[in-house]
């Protein structure tokens, strides 16, 4: 097994054994690496690895927590599902998502693009969808956070849980991505684009991104200004 699945496993131990109840929150980072005997870094991996499977969440400036991740104001959450179409989703996106890939651009550190490096790794090797979509949202996620913004990363929380909370009615046909799925190549033009801090061209592959996921969703969601020949 790699150190990562093992540090994963001690974690579920960790938790099982303690006995944290939902939301507790888990010791920090430091001790964490001094209780299983670690680094930092590898740590962060098992972290994710467990925050994708549901298990922990976390929140920059306040720690790790046990469970999924709650949604920030679930009525809020709810009213806006309801009144809300996917075509209004999708153009918020475009908006917030390119701003977010821009600002990551400028202010991401070294454990930010460790982090997105891992994500878009772990969306190639998902063994199946529900897998691949995990980690496409923590990679999105993980762009977010990068931006060292709190109003904007809570701008995004609250955009997130309510695009998935949208049955979006996309059938697969497979058990997985296909190997050359497009947006693998996407995923890396858009953290190579934040890791050379090339803000403009962070935005613009984020943008590519989402045209290229909705052109095969709701293709007539894409907002005017991004369509081809416009």
Request: proline share 3%.
């Amino acid at each position: 097994m790699t150190k990562t699945i093992d540090l994963a496993q001690g974690l579920r131990d960790l938790i099982e054994t303690v006995g944290y109840r939902h939301n507790d929150r888990m010791p920090p980072e430091r001790e964490l690496c001094e209780m299983l005997g670690t680094t930092r870094n590898k740590l962060r991996g098992a972290l994710a690895e467990l925050e994708a499977e549901g298990r922990i969440w976390r929140h920059v400036g306040r720690g790790t927590f046990v469970g999924a991740r709650p949604v920030l104001n679930l009525k809020d959450v709810t009213y806006l599902r309801d009144q809300i179409k996917p075509a209004q989703v999708v153009a918020v996106r475009f908006s917030i998502e390119a701003e977010l890939s821009r600002l990551a651009a400028r202010h991401a550190n070294n454990t930010d693009r460790d982090q997105m490096q891992l994500c878009v790794e772990r969306c190639r090797a998902a063994e199946d969808w529900r897998a691949y979509e995990a980690w496409d949202n923590n990679l999105h996620h993980a762009i977010a956070r990068a931006t060292h913004n709190q109003l904007f990363l809570y701008f995004f929380e609250t955009l997130n849980s309510v695009r998935r909370s949208i049955v979006w009615g996309q059938a697969r046909k497979t058990r997985k991505p296909a190997s050359d799925y497009s947006s693998y190549i996407e995923h890396d033009a858009i953290v190579a684009a934040i890791t050379a801090g090339d803000c403009d061209l962070a935005a613009r592959t984020m943008i590519d991104h989402l045209k290229s996921v909705y052109s095969r969703v709701l293709p007539e969601s894409i907002p005017t200004e991004h369509r081809t020949g416009q």
